[in-house]
């Protein structure tokens, strides 16, 4: 099975920097993702790493270590629209075979306060 | 937008009732995803469909079924309804196979169960 753990909540100020971290347990590792989900709305992707390493993407990077079954998210230069759940998603071979379901931690709520 | 369409946006029945939640994925994407989500749970994986086939199967209850037409869109069915059903119900759909292949998710349907 698969067990993935994030921080409940978080504040941070705006033109901050934050890390929000997520451990996870697979059977079958097969790539991970972040989404931000704004109440109420559909999570919308973010990034997504299968090696080890750090993508960045404007103000938003992701980190991944598959031999710690760890990742991070960092959000630089905050701004208040940035307040929100992130979500970590790992794609799991135990599922199913070809490993493309997508199984959610439940999220961390980022607070941005000015 | 997303490309992912979900109907109805709301949906407010009665205990012990049925209702259909319907999804149009992303053109070109074969795969489709459910999902519900309630305040305590976070965003929990149901079941998967891939070009009209079920996939992968996550904690779907016995009361709940799923099927794709072939015309790729998706419908949700949820019978003997409880309060604890309440809850937001998303579809995502993806581009079945390779890797970096996120899902994209639809506005959701809101059910209440009174």
């Known amino acids: 099975g698969q067990n993935i753990d994030q921080p409940t909540e978080m504040t941070a100020t705006e033109g901050a920097i934050v890390q929000i971290n997520c451990t996870y347990q697979t059977s079958g590792f097969n790539g991970l993702f972040w989404y931000q989900q704004h109440a109420g709305e559909a999570p919308t992707f973010l990034s997504y790493n299968v090696l080890d390493g750090l993508e960045e993407k404007g103000r938003f990077s992701s980190f991944l270590s598959r031999s710690k079954g760890y990742s991070y998210l960092l959000l630089k230069e905050l701004q208040m629209k940035d307040s929100a759940s992130y979500l970590c998603a790992v794609r799991d071979l135990g599922i199913d075979q070809a490993g493309t379901a997508l199984i959610f931690g439940k999220g961390t709520t980022l607070s941005v306060s000015s | 937008d997303s490309g992912v369409t979900q109907t109805p946006k709301h949906l407010i029945t009665a205990t012990g009732q049925r209702v259909t939640l319907r999804c149009s994925p992303r053109s070109g994407d074969l795969s489709v995803y459910w999902y519900q989500q309630s305040l305590d749970q976070g965003l929990q994986f149901l079941i998967q469909?891939?070009?009209?086939?079920?996939?992968a199967k996550g904690n779907i209850l016995e009361r709940f079924s799923a099927q794709q037409f072939p015309d790729l869109h998706s419908e949700l069915n949820l019978s003997s309804l409880e309060l604890g059903d309440s809850a937001l119900y998303f579809c995502?759909?993806?581009?079945?196979?390779?890797?970096?292949?996120?899902?994209?998710f639809g506005q959701g349907t809101r059910l209440t169960v009174v």
């Open positions: 469909y891939y070009n009209g086939e079920e996939r």
């Open positions: 995502a759909s993806s581009v079945f196979g390779g890797e970096g292949t996120e899902a994209f």
